[in-house]
């Protein structure tokens, strides 16, 4: 097979799988996680032999033409691809053999892996769109089975409200990307990724208004949760828990960032300097949220908004000084630190999220980490490995994300200084919660009866662990990349930013910094208890925290009730006045005027008709004779 049929193949198999157990294994629960697993596992198989192959390209067909306007279906196979191609195939995989001991005794089992199977067929249209109008196709696909997984415990209410409310702030966001797509077609005539890379190097000067990539951004800020669109983020924690270390930590939530890499051509220094500012915000919005949160799924959501965050920052930053000309090295900087962050966040948050699966499973589906405790020696392994992913994400030396995350505090600290600031405070929240849950979660004592007879899962349970552990740990080395990968992304991950010697022991100081003071903090304000130290010691403070994170949903609940819905009742009234009552009803009542007229002549009656046969010829002779003059 050729790598174009390769592609074909891994685009549309998981496609046939979501439609074998929709038509044929609806109660074949077994069958139907057998059937998604093992597509999963040849989704990862032959992610990897593309991306090993080396071997790069293009290929398109039209799918619909609309007078002057045609729609390609193609694949645009380059090393960007072929790096999210790798992870969403890696983590796919993960989430499909833990979902098998997760989900085992679920009685929706089929229907919850034919989603898992929808969205891989989604997610990888996305990868390989070759136009922007495909890649809204499949973008939407994304968010409808998103919507899916999200509510497969349907019978909640909760999760039926989480489910609507990502559907439609995704909506917002993907209305303005559709936007975008359309003024970039009107100022292009194409929507092509590589016409429109022609198109803008052949031009001089700025290419685009900043409204254009910024209308197309919009889709980053709604599918990657960016501020103001975050608010669906924490709750779609009402799926089951592989669907979040899924969907909201590695892959879904990492296509914002994959489609801004995408259309970087497009980009101008006004609009980058907006994702940088809207990224920066996030991460420190998600970051001061997830201080007050008890639920261990909803910390890890606030987290990947933060970290998030630091990616969109990171591509702002990095190509506002390519344009600017501050670099000359070939890889652009944002693209290549956003990748990075992006590679090894996917691995160590796919890694806790399935970790904090492993640990509600063993409390009997508990999520309130002041109800677990003393875990450390009843889940060993899944104490081990969650260890790690802690470890990566604070920044500890010598894991991945230490390399990632000070990739792109370098491109903040020669930037731009303010958005330096933001980052490192961020950073430091980020080590002082993730350490608080460590700690109330695994260590002390078991503070009820489901912590107290937790055991650790089987082996579909802890090898992904084990897995993304490794992956967490050495997803950062140069040599992972270069030797493992053999140099295949060397054109999308900049593993070495340029800078001075100073400059690296600058960010090397600073990291170790925010480290120690994060976490210390956390070890030292944080006891091992049954409830919350930080809101007895500084309540005042807890509770502003928790007023800065249901702000937006204060906010948005207070728009629809008091200015959207007055309007919608405005709307409403003038439709039944205006439209309904006086345009409507008012022709149809002359309409029906003349009816009656015209019933009325309808008599029954031989002389009446006589009556009007002759004033009828009166009138016709009079006209003709001249008398009556119209």
Known sequence: MTMLQHAIFVLVLPLLSAAVIALFLRRSGGVAATVSTLTSATIAAIALLMAL?????????????????????????????????????????CVHVFSLGYMHDDSARARYFGGLSIFMFSMLGIVFADNLFMMFIFWELVGFSSWLLINHYLHKQSAADAAKKAFIVNRVG?????????????????????????????????????????????????????????????????????VSALIHAATMVAAGIYMLCRINVLMVPDALTVIMWVGAATALYAALCAITQSDIKKV???????????????????????????HSHILEAGVGAAMFHLTTHAFFKALMFLGSGSVIHACHHEQDIFKMGGL??????????????????IGTPFLAGFYSKDAILFLGYVNDKAVFAVLVFTAILTAFYMVRMWKIVFLGTPRSENADHAHEGG????????????????????????????????????????????????ILGTSVTVLLIGALSALAIYKPSATDSLAAKAPGLFSLLGLLRTSFDRFYDYYVE?????????????????????????????????????????????????????????????????????
């Not at 450390?376 to 994400?393: E, M, Q």
């Not at 009325?600 to 003709?624: Q, T």
């Open 376 to 393: 450390r020696k009843k889940l060993p392994l899944t104490f081990a490995t969650f260890t790690i992913g802690v470890l990566a994400i």
């Open 459 to 506: 082996l579909t349970l802890t090898a992904p662990l084990v897995l993304l552990a490794l992956l967490s740990v050495f997803g950062g080395y140069g040599w992972f990349y270069t030797s493992v990968f053999q140099g295949k992304f060397d054109e999308v991950i900049d593993l070495v930013p340029h800078a001075h010697d100073t400059d690296h022991w600058v």
């Open 300 to 326: 890890l959501a606030y987290s990947t908004l933060s970290q998030l965050g630091y990616m969109v920052a990171a591509f702002g930053l990095g190509s506002v000084s390519q344009v600017h000309g501050d």
């Open 53 to 93: 192959r080396g071997e790069r390209f293009t290929a398109s067909v039209e799918w619909l033409r609309l007078g002057d306007f045609s729609l390609s279906i193609g694949i645009k196979f380059d090393d960007l691809a072929a790096l999210m191609l790798t992870i969403v195939g890696i983590v796919g995989l």
């Open 562 to 630: 008091k200015v959207q819905q007055r309007f919608a009742m405005l709307l409403n009234f003038l439709e039944q006045i205006l439209v309904a009552g006086v345009i409507v009803r008012g022709l149809a009542g002359v309409v029906g005027l003349f009816g009656l007229g015209a019933r009325a002549l309808h008599v029954g009656n031989a002389n009446a008709y006589a009556y009007w046969f002759l004033l009828g010829a009166a009138g016709l002779w009079a006209y003709a004779a001249g008398v009556l003059n119209f």
């Open 174 to 242: 993907d209305f303005g990307f559709l936007l975008g797509i359309v003024w970039c077609y009107a100022q292009f005539g194409t929507t092509n990724l590589d016409e429109l890379a022609k198109a803008v190097g052949g031009t001089t000067g700025v290419v685009v208004a900043a409204g254009l990539p910024l209308l197309l951004f919009c889709g980053a800020i709604g599918k990657s949760a960016q501020v103001p669109l975050q608010v669906w983020l924490p709750d779609a924690m009402e799926g089951p828990t592989p």
